[in-house]
């Protein structure tokens, strides 16, 4: 068993088919999507945006405690762990109109949906690209044992070749960048939900302490 599995791993052949593959994912999403695609491999498996949007929900109880008792422009001052709460609550407390904070929302929301896309675009690439330099590689095999079929030592190493790069094709398209662009699209889809839900509740955070009547009752108070 342990000789079958010594080979099957062929350096040459392997990074033959993975800078293949790399070449590519390039050509069709360009350098910074590649980067962002490499870099989302990070949180892939610390992400949990269950937990995010547990905090989120206790921060946004704290910001409203804050916003009823002091105003807008004290909602900065609650302190959260995730950079997005942050810059939200900062937005949201030197924002001078509701409509704002709602356009910052929306367009910065929009920018990371763009982003999370652009990652798993190309890790989409590579599980499309990678069975078919498998095959082309297959191919390649065939000609060289067709070529040599007067030299039976020949035959071995060009078999080799035409079945090890369909096995590192499927590989590389099943077994790691699919299940990679899968959970990507799902960590992005939990991620700007909840994240969505925050910004929609600090907007009806914003209109409530920007209504005529409710700034009326603070001033009187003050």
């Not at 080799?160 to 960048?177: D, H, R, W």
């Not at 939900?193 to 700034?215: K, T």
Request: glycine share 6%.
């Amino acid at each position: 068993m342990l000789a079958i599995f010594s080979q099957l791993f062929d350096p040459a052949t392997l990074l033959a088919m993975l800078g293949g593959v790399a070449l590519v994912a390039l050509f069709q999403n360009g350098l910074a999507a590649c980067g962002r695609a490499i870099g989302a491999l990070a949180p892939l498996l610390r992400a949990d945006p269950l937990r995010d949007q547990d905090a989120a929900r206790a921060a946004l109880l704290q910001i409203d405690h804050v916003a009823q008792l002091r105003g807008l422009s004290c909602t900065d001052r609650v302190k959260t762990a995730h950079p997005f709460l942050t810059q939200a609550a900062h937005k949201l407390a030197n924002c001078d109109r509701t409509e704002q904070f709602a356009l910052w929302a929306t367009q910065t929301l929009a920018d990371r949906a763009q982003r999370h896309g652009a990652a798993h675009r190309v890790w989409l690439s590579v599980a499309d690209a990678a069975p078919a330099l498998g095959m082309a590689g297959t191919i390649l095999g065939l000609i060289g044992m067709f070529a040599a079929m007067e030299d039976p030592a020949a035959l071995g190493p060009s078999m080799a070749l035409a079945l090890l790069t369909t096995f590192y094709g499927v590989v590389i398209a099943n077994i790691l960048a699919a299940p990679i662009a899968a959970r990507l699209a799902d960590l992005s889809e939990r991620e700007l939900a909840w994240q969505r839900e925050a910004a929609d509740r600090m907007l009806v955070i914003a209109r409530r302490e920007n209504a005529p009547l409710r700034r009326a009752a603070m001033r009187e108070v003050a």
